[in-house]
């Protein structure tokens, strides 16, 4: 995915596991782990899933704690399985701790 972030402990790459794995993995992320800066990156059908995983982990629980500090949208082109190529969106949501 395009972006300047790196891809290690502090990025969440949201997919077909449950909705709230997401929301409790973004908290664990800025309570147990501390960090100062989590990612949340998702590509196609799952984008508006990574948006509701954010707002629900900002709005609900760490509420006054953590701030979006950037957005970036994109498209990758790959190969399905039949050899076409395809584009797919991209979105990657950087959150920061209030300081």
């Given at each position: 995915m395009a972006g300047k972030a790196k891809e290690n402990d502090n990025t969440i790459f949201i997919g077909e596991k449950p909705f709230m794995n997401y929301v409790t993995?973004?908290?664990m992320q800025f309570t147990t782990k501390e960090e100062d800066t989590v990612y949340v990156k998702a590509r196609g059908k799952?984008?508006?899933k990574a948006v509701d995983v954010v707002e629900v982990a900002r709005k609900r629980f760490l509420?006054?704690?953590i701030e979006i500090k950037n957005i970036e949208i994109d498209s990758e082109e790959f190969e399905n399985k039949e050899g076409r190529k395809v584009r797919v969106s991209t979105i990657s949501i950087e959150m920061t701790k209030v300081k």
């Open positions: 993995s973004v908290i799952f984008i508006n509420e006054d704690k």
